[in-house]
């Protein structure tokens, strides 16, 4: 995938009547495409833009990622400037009439409808039947037994439970996307320091592990039993029980939250039609009476989605639409309820969409403020005693004394910090490179990958040394990518040790023929190789030992020789990071991730590190 940034969701376009740039949006997963643009995107930045941000920086409810191919442009709409009430009428407010408020009944009992569905009423009616939507019952006094002293009494009257909203809300609320706001963002230091290294970074639903497990299963639980709850208010229109108090939990809820949310996603003009349109009472009051139109309120959704996400989104609208359609013509309480699912899959969907544009345009400044923003950030927690710089000085400390020879405390910072990723070493990283800990272990993992890659390459050398023909680059070039092609289907960092015996027999086969032999290359030769890389691939291996040490000695040369250009410059080298080509286990890109990383690092802590 990839993001372009010029481009922005729809919700941007419907305000381009008051002179906003034309721009478009095209999402898969989170990412956005650029068709044409004509002024630079600007967003508010939160007045609220200081330090003083949460120490938790995961995202329980959304991870994001990299994307990795570029979708084509979406088509214009026709209808961009104009209000959603001009192209979606607000569907018809029909209120049902209650009950006679002079009819007399026991104190104790509720008083039922004596009414179907009717016309409009006046407005002291309506006001009187909303009132009416849950029938509640006082609960009878209980005399408290005097048999006790009055400290030891204890109260026996019976009080009405309160339900536990939490077990009733959708999975999706305002709360569970609120780490999807732009002052969210703003305050993520996590975040703010990943998008410093990824100018493609973008939110995506996290449904990963055990947590993404528990999330759909508590999903499906949750729509099973609105489906429970749907099915028993459409059975008592059908039996003439509307009204029956206390049956409708969940949809007051649905409706309210659909509607917040919605709100948070049409501008201001459009939020009246949205709240008269989207009126939780009123909508579950025509439901208990069956006179509720499904049908035209999704037809109605569908036009207010339409006007305000991605065009690309369309088709997920139009589903919903059929599938709300469907349940009603044909008494499919399931598809209505899918229907009310996908509406909230699609309202979650847009808040991804504007909050990956906000990421994508914000990212300048982001990247601009990174060094202040972090100083201030440690400075805290260092000062609150939520981090400690001894671990971190004696990591410097350390890396000093291991190069004698060098008095510039740049140049030792480097070596020390390639030095920590050597493999065998497993070095365990400082708490100031808390925010880089995944990316240095995957430059970690890359390093073993190069090491593998070099030492299976000696085994090729040592054993077509006698051959008539020269070993070319492109025939080392070769093998590396056969090699890598049989260990595709391992994964971590020890693939290399699950897949030698593969390795090794490709390695003799591949000298077999390169010597000039025909045929298959014998058994013994086969079993010497496997027994010398199930050996040589270890980390405790001398021959590994010395290759590794020899990969690590030319990345920090690498490292230096990109550092100290970097050294007179400002934090501009590192909006490059996600320009790098090449493959990830490759020396240069090996050295310029690293380099990335150190150059940051240096100028948020380098004065801490070598000040006591």
């Known amino acids: 995938m990839s993001m372009d940034p010029n481009h922005v969701p729809h919700s941007a376009r419907h305000n381009q009547h008051h002179g906003s740039q034309t721009l478009r949006l095209q999402q898969t997963e989170g990412e956005y495409e650029n068709t044409s643009a004509t002024a630079p995107q600007t967003i508010e930045i939160p007045a609220t833009s200081g330090h003083n941000v949460p120490s938790a920086v995961t995202t329980p409810g959304y991870d994001y990622q990299s994307p990795v191919s570029t979708p084509p442009s979406p088509a214009k709409r026709?209808?961009?400037?104009?209000?959603?009430?001009?192209?979606?009428?607000?569907?018809?407010?029909?209120?049902?009439?209650?009950?006679?408020?002079?009819?007399?009944?026991?104190?104790?009992?509720?008083?039922?409808?004596?009414?179907?569905?009717?016309?409009?009423?006046?407005?002291?009616?309506?006001?009187?039947?909303?009132?009416?939507?849950?029938?509640?019952?006082?609960?009878?006094?209980?005399?408290?037994?005097?048999?006790?002293?009055?400290?030891?009494?204890?109260?026996?009257?019976?009080?009405?439970?309160?339900?536990?909203?939490?077990?009733?809300?959708?999975?999706?609320?305002?709360?569970?996307?609120?780490?999807?706001?732009?002052?969210?963002?703003?305050?993520?230091?996590?975040?703010?320091?990943?998008?410093?290294?990824?100018?493609?970074?973008?939110?995506?639903?996290?449904?990963?592990?055990?947590?993404?497990?528990k999330k759909r299963e508590q999903a499906d639980v949750y729509w099973k039993l609105v489906l429970h709850e749907c099915e028993m208010l459409f059975a008592n229109v059908r039996n003439r029980q509307a009204g029956v108090g206390g049956m409708a939990l969940k949809l007051p809820i649905l409706f309210s939250t659909m509607r917040d949310i919605l709100l948070t996603l049409v501008p201001k003009s459009d939020r009246v039609d949205v709240e008269a349109a989207l009126d939780p009472p009123l909508l579950i009051q025509q439901l208990e009476y069956g006179v509720l139109d499904f049908k035209k309120l999704s037809e109605w959704l569908a036009c207010v989605l339409k006007a305000h996400c991605a065009p690309m989104r369309d088709q997920w609208v139009e589903q919903m639409v059929s599938r709300v359609a469907y349940g009603v013509e044909n008494g499919k309480t399931s598809a209505f309820v899918d229907g009310l699912k996908m509406v909230f899959g699609i309202l979650e969907a847009m808040k991804l969409d504007v909050a990956n544009h906000q990421i994508r345009t914000l990212r300048p400044h982001l990247v601009s403020t990174a060094v202040h923003f972090e100083q201030g950030y440690f400075q805290e927690k260092i000062e609150s005693g939520r981090l400690s710089m001894a671990e971190p000085r004696d990591w410097y400390q350390r890396g000093a004394a291991a190069n004698p020879g060098s008095t510039d405390p740049y140049v030792i910072f480097t070596r020390a910090t390639t030095e920590m990723l050597t493999p065998s070493k497993y070095a365990t990283f400082p708490g100031t490179f808390q925010f880089d800990f995944e990316r240095l272990e995957g430059i970690r993992d890359d390093i073993r990958e190069a090491t593998c890659l070099k030492v299976a390459i000696l085994y090729f050398r040592q054993h077509t040394a006698g051959s008539k023909r020269d070993l070319d680059q492109a025939t080392i070039n070769t093998l590396r990518a056969q090699l890598l092609a049989i260990l595709s289907e391992e994964e971590g960092p020890y693939r290399w040790i699950k897949g030698s015996d593969a390795v090794a027999l490709h390695i003799a086969q591949a000298a077999n023929e390169f010597n000039g032999n025909r045929g298959l290359v014998d058994a013994k030769t086969v079993d010497m190789a496997e027994g010398w890389f199930m050996k040589h691939l270890r980390v405790d291996s001398n021959i590994y030992g010395l290759v590794e040490r020899e990969v690590v000695r030319d990345i920090t040369t690498l490292v230096l020789q990109v550092m100290k250009s970097w050294s007179s410059l400002s934090t501009s080298p590192i909006m490059q990071a996600a320009a790098l080509t090449g493959s990830s286990f490759e020396l240069p890109t090996i050295s310029q991730r690293i380099s990335h990383i150190a150059f940051l690092h240096w100028r948020i802590f380098g004065k801490l590190y070598t000040t006591t």
């Open 78 to 213: 026709s209808n961009e400037s104009k209000t959603v009430s001009e192209i979606c009428p607000v569907p018809k407010r029909i209120r049902v009439a209650g009950p006679n408020p002079s009819t007399t009944a026991p104190t104790s009992a509720c008083t039922s409808p004596t009414s179907q569905a009717g016309p409009e009423s006046s407005s002291g009616s309506e006001s009187s039947s909303l009132d009416r939507s849950f029938c509640q019952r006082k609960p009878p006094k209980i005399a408290r037994s005097r048999s006790l002293p009055a400290s030891l009494r204890t109260s026996r009257r019976t009080t009405k439970k309160t339900p536990d909203l939490a077990e009733h809300k959708p999975p999706v609320t305002l709360s569970t996307l609120k780490e999807l706001d732009l002052h969210e963002i703003y305050r993520n230091p996590k975040l703010r320091h990943d998008v410093v290294f990824d100018s493609q970074l973008h939110f995506r639903p996290n449904l990963d592990g055990n947590r993404g497990r």
